[in-house]
């Protein structure tokens, strides 16, 4: 297991709890669950980056190149367009559905792990 993937598995579990808990108290997307979509793109842009320097440096990803650098993309993606989403509905659910981010990005993340080692953690 990886500091990276530590890292982010406190950032997205954060997220969520945040998410869920405003979830519950707001009536429309709160400030805190925007602030947790941030603190995800802002880790996914430092993994992005601790990748790109780590394969400039010679080391290789054991699984496919494109498939690692799909994810890395995809993920950055997510918080991006969610929080695009729930600036258009202004709804309670807005905050259920940006939870979601932090479960997808987590998951992506742990198969990033698989793809750039080669195994599960």
Not at 1 to 13: D, E, K, R, S, Y
Not at 21 to 40: C, E, K, Q, W
Request: charged letters at 10%.
């Amino acid at each position: 297991m990886t500091v990276m993937f530590l890292i982010g598995a406190i950032v997205c579990g954060l997220s969520v709890l945040v998410c869920w808990t405003m979830t519950a108290v707001r009536d429309h997307p709160a400030d805190s669950s925007i602030i947790s979509l941030a603190a995800i793109e802002l880790y996914l842009l430092a993994y992005a980056v601790y990748a790109g320097i780590r394969q400039l440096g010679g080391a290789s990803v054991a699984g496919e190149v494109w498939e690692f650098w799909g994810y890395i993309l995809t993920a950055l993606l997510l918080p991006v367009g969610v929080f695009i989403w729930a600036m258009i509905d202004k709804t309670r659910w807005s905050n259920l559905v940006m939870s979601f981010v932090g479960l997808v990005v987590f998951v992506m993340v742990y198969r990033l792990e698989e793809i750039w080692w080669g195994s599960a953690l």
